[in-house]
């Protein structure tokens, strides 16, 4: 080994942060920019543990004042029933506004039609990017995470989208420091997403150290599921089971929270905090790898969806 | 290589680093490495490289396609962006800057080592020090990213002879050492057999250092902050004007650089007015101290006048404020910077209108030599400017303080990031710049 001039030589300083201090401090730097610099932010809360931990993440970097964004869901239609009651109290708790962009409606209205899979993931793109238009919408929070899928690594914090909101990997700005570039021609938005530096073990570590509350779905529960496509969905009006599908009974929890008909339970009997991360540590798959059915219909799924405005 | 385990594992540090390296130095193979042999690929990515391997009729799985995220980079089989990546150990969690190494990469290379706090550098053992590696050098250095790990490659296809590697390591460290990187760990690896990149290698027994990963958990990754300049730029005023706190006004944002103490005088930039802390709100709770990279709210004793853009820094240690800024830039817009282009500043929490007055110099990464005047700068570029603001900014020099600065270039017209900005002298600019004539015909 060579070493010329050595700075520091031995331990940590004192003074250097642990991971989660440094992922907490640089989410609470993104909030507060684009509090900064946008007119009218909202943030995508879908109940899921990646938003739960953004809207936590929002309420200490503006405390003890309230959070100056409104929350939008966009509700597929087929989500979980725990999920939606978590997210109406969360809302009511914390005095904040939820805008609710519906797949059902959509559909109803017949702008949309049902696939054949039955999935509904794909169909949230159309009533995101409308509900970001009507309202005038210019940054839109996301919980995405580099680390969940290959098109993810490759995103900005500061995400520009056109009037179409689309993504287009090959015009992104580069990102230099901390230094976010929220400039955006009217129309445009930009989608921002604080947790890009954050793996999924993170969030989990995250949750327990601040003790944060979650949708039951997340811990080990007795459900009726019944098996497709390799992972175990829940039985319900969404579609589910057909025939030759039978369903059982099975102790299971949930890695991701999403449309009913392509998330996936896995078998658990992690009913604690410290159970799910011991269990997460030691996982051989990733969380979408595990739970979800959308990623895998081409080697090229996500990235095709958020060119096309998803998230 | 243990496997994670919950206990202990929120007191574990942060390190982020890049690695730079050309097309065929085995950058991707030592990436794929440290993640897979950290146990950072997981079964489900890796049967996704499996099909997509065998789809394609290549025999074995191809370990690049777990790093090219993007259509276009698979068809061509080339990396075209910055991806990060993650991975952990007991002792540290990471996160990589993967850089393309291709000569018009540059922009990416200075993306990535924008953040980073060490950037290994590859080179193949059978070619040693080249054009490449001399640029990659050049970069790490005027980034200033504190730690450099030479790794040298392909050691299994030189004999794994110690003179190889001992000759390349004096040769890089050598010129580095010139470039003022101040730190130079030379390690000798093969990233296709594994040697030295996680486990120590049985092939180099002469070779008594550590691993490329056991490098990367202990390296130091905070600087001694008694020495660094305490600068706050304010990002949002919160007031939240409720019966429980009717007159709460902290002035939140990150610190870039140093320590603030309740109770320090401080003086708030442009407009010079001082004060005192009076207190220090970590995300919620009150602290006597805050330092480097927390977010914080800080309150002050007088009620004077601060908002966004503002820099909060020790009475006693105020940078000065000035309208004429002088640094070295990177160009990273594929349109050309010129002389007379009207741009938007944005330093800290500041985005200021500014105007190119000059650009004395470009330089030539090949042999660090200067092009005087070259009329504009071209994407990837690295050269000097000088730019008159119509405000005043504090600004430090980016020798002292990489967050305090540095600065980007806009676009006011489309937004583009045009430029990454560094305050002050570097090696690209041994030769102090004269200031000419004020030119005050211009405006916005």
Same mark, same amino acid.
């Given at each position: 080994? @060579?070493?010329?001039?050595?700075?520091?030589?031995?331990?940590?300083?004192?003074?250097?942060?642990?991971?989660?201090?440094?992922?907490?401090?640089?989410?609470?730097?993104?909030?507060?920019?684009?509090?900064?610099?946008?007119?009218?932010?909202?943030?995508?809360?879908?109940?899921?543990?990646?938003?739960?931990?953004?809207?936590?993440?929002?309420?200490?970097?503006?405390?003890?004042?309230?959070?100056?964004?409104?929350?939008?869901?966009?509700?597929?239609?087929?989500?979980?029933?725990?999920?939606?009651?978590?997210?109406?109290?969360? &809302?009511?708790?914390?005095?904040?506004?939820?805008?609710?962009?519906?797949?059902?409606?959509?559909?109803?209205?017949?702008?949309?039609?049902?696939?054949?899979?039955?999935?509904?993931?794909?169909?949230? @793109?159309?009533?995101?990017?409308?509900?970001?238009?009507?309202?005038?919408?210019?940054? &839109?929070?996301?919980?995405?995470?580099?680390?969940?899928?290959?098109?993810?690594?490759?995103?900005?914090?500061?995400?520009?989208?056109?009037?179409?909101?689309?993504?287009?990997?090959?015009?992104?700005?580069?990102?230099?420091?901390?230094?976010?570039?929220?400039?955006?021609?009217?129309?445009?938005?930009?989608? &921002?997403?604080?947790?890009?530096?954050?793996?999924?073990?993170?969030?989990?570590?995250?949750?327990?150290?601040?003790?944060?509350?979650?949708?039951?779905?997340?811990?080990?529960?007795?459900?009726?599921?019944?098996?497709?496509?390799?992972?175990?969905?829940?039985?319900?009006?969404?579609?589910?089971?057909?025939?030759?599908?039978? &369903?059982?009974?099975?102790?299971?929890?949930?890695?991701?929270?999403?449309?009913?008909?392509?998330?996936?339970?896995?078998?658990?009997?992690?009913?604690?905090?410290?159970?799910?991360?011991?269990?997460?540590?030691?996982?051989?798959?990733?969380?979408?790898?595990?739970?979800?059915?959308?990623?895998?219909?081409?080697?090229?799924?996500?990235?095709?969806?958020?060119?096309?405005?998803?998230? | 290589?243990?496997?994670?385990?919950?206990?202990?594992?929120?007191?574990?540090?942060?390190?982020?680093?890049?690695?730079?390296?050309?097309?065929?130095?085995?950058?991707?193979?030592?990436?794929?490495?440290?993640?897979?042999?950290?146990?950072?690929?997981?079964?489900?990515?890796?049967?996704?490289?499996?099909?997509?391997?065998?789809?394609?009729?290549?025999?074995?799985? #191809?370990?690049?396609?777990?790093?090219? +995220?993007?259509?276009?980079?698979?068809?061509?089989?080339?990396?075209?962006?910055?991806?990060?990546?993650?991975?952990?150990?007991?002792?540290?969690?990471?996160?990589?800057?993967?850089? !393309?190494?291709?000569?018009?990469?540059?922009?990416?290379?200075?993306? +990535?080592?924008?953040?980073?706090?060490?950037?290994?550098?590859?080179?193949?053992?059978?070619?040693?020090?080249?054009?490449?590696?001399?640029?990659?050098?050049?970069?790490?250095?005027?980034?200033?990213? !504190?730690?450099?790990?030479?790794?040298?490659?392909?050691?299994?296809?030189?004999?794994?002879?110690?003179?190889?590697?001992?000759?390349?390591?004096?040769?890089?460290?050598?010129?580095?050492?010139?470039?003022?990187?101040?730190?130079?760990?030379?390690?000798?690896?093969?990233?296709?057999?594994?040697?030295?990149?996680?486990?120590?290698?049985?092939?180099?027994?002469?070779?008594?250092?550590?691993?490329?990963?056991?490098?990367?958990?202990?390296?130091?990754?905070?600087? #001694?902050?008694?020495?660094?300049?305490?600068?706050?730029?304010?990002?949002?005023?919160?007031?939240?004007?409720?019966?429980?706190?009717?007159?709460?006004?902290?002035?939140?944002?990150?610190?870039?650089?140093?320590?603030?103490?309740?109770?320090?005088?401080?003086?708030? $930039?442009?407009?010079?007015?001082?004060?005192?802390?009076?207190?220090?709100?970590?995300?919620?709770?009150?602290?006597?101290?805050?330092?480097?990279?927390?977010?914080?709210?800080?309150?002050?004793?007088?009620?004077?006048?601060?908002?966004?853009?503002?820099?909060?820094?020790?009475?006693?240690?105020?940078?000065?404020?000035?309208?004429?800024?002088?640094?070295?830039?990177?160009?990273?817009?594929?349109?050309?910077?010129?002389?007379?282009?009207?741009?938007?500043?944005?330093?800290?929490?500041?985005?200021?209108?500014?105007?190119?007055?000059?650009?004395?110099?470009?330089?030539?990464?090949?042999?660090?030599?200067?092009?005087?005047?070259?009329?504009?700068?071209?994407?990837? #570029?690295?050269?000097?400017?000088?730019?008159?603001?119509?405000?005043?900014?504090? $600004?430090?020099?980016?020798?002292?303080?990489?967050?305090?600065?540095?600065?980007?270039?806009?676009? !006011?017209?489309? +937004?583009?990031? $045009?430029?990454?900005?560094?305050?002050?002298?570097?090696?690209?600019?041994?030769?102090?710049?004269?200031?000419?004539?004020?030119?005050?015909?211009?405006?916005?």
């Amino acid at each position: 080994m @060579t070493t010329v001039a050595s700075v520091q030589e031995g331990t940590d300083s004192p003074y250097a942060l642990s991971h989660l201090d440094a992922l907490e401090s640089e989410a609470v730097h993104i909030f507060r920019e684009v509090a900064g610099e946008f007119e009218k932010p909202v943030i995508l809360f879908s109940g899921g543990k990646d938003s739960i931990v953004m809207l936590h993440l929002a309420l200490k970097a503006f405390a003890p004042a309230a959070v100056p964004f409104s929350l939008l869901h966009v509700d597929t239609g087929h989500n979980f029933p725990e999920v939606l009651e978590y997210r109406d109290r969360v &809302v009511a708790a914390h005095g904040l506004r939820l805008h609710v962009a519906s797949v059902q409606d959509y559909i109803d209205r017949g702008v949309l039609k049902e696939r054949a899979d039955g999935t509904r993931n794909p169909l949230q @793109t159309l009533p995101l990017t409308e509900k970001i238009q009507s309202e005038k919408f210019d940054a &839109v929070f996301g919980g995405g995470r580099r680390d969940e899928e290959k098109a993810r690594a490759k995103e900005r914090v500061f995400s520009l989208r056109d009037e179409f909101s689309q993504w287009d990997p090959r015009r992104q700005r580069p990102e230099l420091w901390n230094l976010y570039n929220g400039r955006h021609a009217p129309g445009e938005h930009v989608r &921002v997403f604080p947790l890009s530096n954050w793996t999924e073990l993170d969030v989990w570590q995250y949750i327990a150290r601040e003790g944060i509350e979650l949708p039951e779905i997340y811990f080990a529960h007795e459900r009726e599921v019944f098996q497709r496509g390799g992972m175990w969905l829940t039985a319900g009006e969404w579609g589910g089971p057909k025939d030759g599908e039978s &369903v059982e009974k099975r102790l299971v929890r949930y890695r991701t929270v999403g449309d009913m008909s392509c998330t996936g339970a896995v078998d658990s009997d992690a009913t604690t905090l410290d159970a799910v991360i011991a269990e997460i540590a030691v996982s051989r798959l990733t969380e979408r790898g595990a739970t979800r059915a959308d990623d895998k219909l081409s080697e090229a799924a996500m990235e095709d969806r958020k060119r096309e405005g998803y998230f | 290589m243990s496997t994670i385990t919950t206990e202990g594992l929120s007191a574990t540090t942060l390190l982020r680093f890049a690695t730079a390296g050309s097309v065929d130095d085995g950058k991707s193979t030592l990436v794929g490495r440290l993640l897979h042999d950290s146990k950072s690929v997981l079964t489900d990515q890796l049967e996704a490289v499996e099909r997509a391997s065998a789809g394609r009729g290549q025999d074995g799985p #191809d370990l690049a396609l777990l790093t090219d +995220g993007l259509r276009a980079e698979r068809e061509q089989g080339i990396t075209i962006d910055v991806a990060y990546r993650y991975f952990a150990t007991p002792r540290r969690r990471f996160i990589l800057a993967d850089t !393309p190494g291709h000569v018009q990469y540059t922009r990416n290379m200075v993306t +990535g080592a924008s953040t980073a706090e060490l950037t290994v550098v590859l080179v193949d053992a059978r070619n040693g020090v080249v054009e490449q590696t001399r640029r990659h050098a050049a970069i790490a250095a005027l980034l200033r990213v !504190p730690h450099v790990v030479l790794a040298v490659n392909k050691m299994d296809l030189v004999g794994y002879e110690e003179a190889v590697f001992a000759a390349i390591a004096e040769e890089f460290t050598a010129y580095a050492t010139e470039l003022g990187v101040p730190e130079v760990t030379a390690i000798p690896i093969s990233a296709l057999a594994g040697d030295n990149v996680v486990e120590p290698s049985a092939n180099m027994d002469w070779y008594g250092g550590p691993t490329v990963l056991e490098h990367l958990e202990t390296v130091p990754v905070s600087h #001694d902050l008694a020495h660094c300049h305490a600068r706050l730029p304010v990002q949002y005023v919160i007031r939240p004007q409720t019966a429980e706190h009717p007159d709460y006004r902290g002035y939140a944002g990150q610190i870039a650089a140093g320590t603030f103490r309740v109770g320090d005088p401080v003086t708030v $930039l442009p407009s010079g007015r001082t004060t005192t802390i009076s207190g220090i709100d970590l995300l919620g709770r009150p602290v006597d101290v805050a330092w480097t990279t927390q977010s914080v709210t800080v309150l002050l004793a007088d009620d004077i006048d601060v908002s966004r853009g503002d820099l909060i820094v020790p009475t006693k240690d105020a940078p000065a404020t000035t309208q004429d800024v002088e640094a070295t830039v990177c160009h990273v817009a594929d349109e050309p910077l010129t002389v007379g282009h009207r741009v938007l500043l944005k330093h800290g929490t500041r985005t200021v209108k500014a105007i190119v007055k000059d650009i004395p110099s470009r330089l030539t990464l090949d042999d660090l030599s200067l092009h005087p005047h070259p009329g504009q700068l071209v994407a990837n #570029d690295i050269g000097r400017v000088k730019i008159r603001t119509a405000e005043p900014l504090p $600004l430090d020099s980016y020798a002292d303080s990489r967050r305090t600065g540095s600065f980007i270039l806009i676009d !006011p017209s489309d +937004g583009t990031t $045009l430029t990454a900005g560094m305050v002050g002298e570097s090696f690209a600019a041994p030769e102090p710049v004269t200031d000419e004539a004020d030119d005050d015909g211009w405006d916005f």
